[in-house]
């Protein structure tokens, strides 16, 4: 990920010493670049009233390009000369950020910072800005969770406006819950999405040469279970090739593929080995059947958060947990231990390997964006991720294979969460991101449940 970039502007009051403003706001900066962020900041801004200060800071800070304002003030400033700079940075995120006074001899001394951020704070939602407010405490570190949650979030927002999604095909198994209103994700959270025929993959002309190097890298990288059809590989190794063109021809950062009415009824080709290739060695998102919805979930997870963004399918529900596994595929980043291939038969397809690998388990946060009326909803949940219990999904060849899978106890009760669920393929994180994710729909206008 790359580092977020924050325009930043002190504010304190014309009578106030100019150096202790400085200071403070030097502070302040300091504390930003700790997180990492590349921080432009102006000189510090007063009340004076020519505003001859707050016009040279919306000067200097025209001139860069940056994902977020910060609002530093480090003391009482009438709201006039803030909104002065602010307001023409209306159209970018804003982090209102309070400082604190200290301690000097048993004693506090303080520039009235807070009267400054509760002069602003309702100015600001008022004047209709996308915005968080944040304040230190006196002999307290800075809040520099909640600080870098809404960086983060803001970069991803600008982030996401130069994205694409690539689709193979439209509507797989004619699901409602996954294909998309382009022009609505476009507009609302800003992902392009560019879809494209399953004719194409199939008649790429690809390379013996780079054929054989992915099949060795297959069975260099990949446990296999038992002895199966070496040309299993070499299919899959040229139709990954044929996408991979595909990908890196169109920049796609996603891709969702026509996966039951397309490759295994069409070509007779389960695609879980091209999934999973696509995810290991091109580094972006994937999920099956068309789910469109899924691979923007995807990229806001990922983007977010670094990590994979892996898909899950539900499959039972109990009083305190839920069932999560994938038919098909995991990518090797959630992989606990070696990354395990069965060939394995499943009703009338029988060139399939499935990955039976172990998922790694621990905190996870489970989302799902939904799609009404042109808007945006996201469906989000915490939960202990663990091992399953022994399980099969009916149709594998005896002995069922134990799919790749975790069981979810979550924070709210499953009659709750199952009440707001949208669709069968959940995005999962570890940890909890829950912050990131509510500031990232803050941005985006997005509303949570």
């Known amino acids: 990920m790359r580092a977020v970039k924050a325009g930043f502007v002190g504010f304190g009051e014309i009578n106030t010493p100019r150096d202790v403003v400085d200071q403070l706001s030097a502070n302040a900066v300091s504390e930003l670049e700790k997180l990492g962020w590349e921080v432009y900041a102006t000189e510090t801004v007063s009340d004076e009233a020519t505003y001859s200060e707050a016009d040279r800071a919306i000067k200097d800070l025209k001139n860069k390009d940056f994902d977020l304002l910060v609002?530093?003030?480090?003391?009482?400033?009438?709201?006039?000369?803030?909104?002065?700079?602010?307001?023409?940075?209306?159209?970018?995120?804003?982090?209102?950020?309070?400082?604190?006074?200290?301690?000097?001899?048993g004693r506090l001394v303080t520039t009235a910072p807070q009267a400054g951020t509760s002069a602003l704070r309702q100015v600001m939602q008022g004047l209709g800005y996308c915005f968080r407010y944040v304040f230190s405490k006196v002999d307290e570190p800075v809040p520099a969770k909640a600080i870098n949650a809404f960086g983060q979030a803001a970069r991803t927002a600008v982030e996401l406006r130069d994205m694409r999604i690539g689709s193979m095909g439209y509507r797989d198994m004619l699901l409602y819950g996954t294909p998309a209103d382009i022009l609505a994700l476009r507009r609302e959270i800003g992902i392009e999405v560019e879809c494209f025929e399953m004719l194409e993959m199939v008649r790429t002309p690809i390379d013996k040469k780079d054929v054989d190097e992915i099949v060795d890298?297959?069975?260099k990288n990949w446990t296999f279970e038992k002895e199966f059809d070496h040309e299993i590989l070499a299919?899959?190794?040229?139709?990954?090739?044929?996408?991979?063109?595909?990908?890196?021809?169109?920049?796609?950062?996603?891709?969702?593929?026509?996966?039951?009415?397309?490759?295994?009824?069409?070509?007779?080709?389960?695609?879980?080995?091209?999934?999973?290739?696509?995810?290991?060695?091109?580094?972006?998102?994937?999920?099956?059947?068309?789910?469109?919805?899924?691979?923007?979930?995807?990229l806001m997870v990922?983007?977010?958060?670094?990590?994979?963004?892996?898909?899950?399918?539900?499959?039972?529900?109990?009083?305190?947990t839920v069932l999560i596994g994938v038919p098909d595929f995991v990518p090797g980043a959630v992989v606990e231990g070696d990354i395990r291939l069965l060939p394995a038969k499943f009703g009338l397809l029988s060139a399939s390997l499935l990955n039976t690998s172990k998922v790694k388990d621990g905190p996870v946060t489970l989302m799902r964006l939904i799609e009404d009326h042109g808007r945006y909803t996201l469906h989000m949940a915490r939960g202990e991720a663990m091992q399953p219990r022994p399980w099969e999904e009916y149709g594998w060849d005896r002995p069922a294979p134990q799919l790749p899978s975790l069981e979810v106890k979550l924070e709210e009760p499953v009659n709750s969460f199952v009440d707001k669920i949208a669709s069968q393929h959940t995005i999962i994180a570890y940890g909890d991101v829950t912050e990131e994710m509510t500031q990232l729909c803050k941005i985006l206008k997005i509303r949570m449940i």
């Open 71 to 105: 609002v530093c003030v480090t003391g009482w400033i009438p709201t006039h000369a803030v909104i002065r700079v602010t307001d023409k940075f209306r159209h970018i995120p804003m982090l209102l950020w309070g400082l604190t006074g200290w301690m000097e001899e």
């Open 217 to 219: 890298y297959c069975l």
């Open 235 to 298: 299919q899959g190794a040229r139709y990954y090739l044929s996408l991979k063109k595909k990908i890196q021809e169109r920049g796609f950062d996603a891709i969702t593929l026509l996966d039951v009415d397309g490759m295994k009824k069409l070509e007779s080709f389960p695609p879980a080995m091209v999934f999973m290739l696509i995810a290991d060695l091109l580094k972006i998102c994937t999920i099956p059947e068309n789910d469109i919805i899924g691979n923007a979930t995807q």
């Open 302 to 320: 990922k983007t977010l958060t670094g990590q994979i963004a892996h898909y899950m399918e539900f499959y039972e529900y109990f009083d305190e």
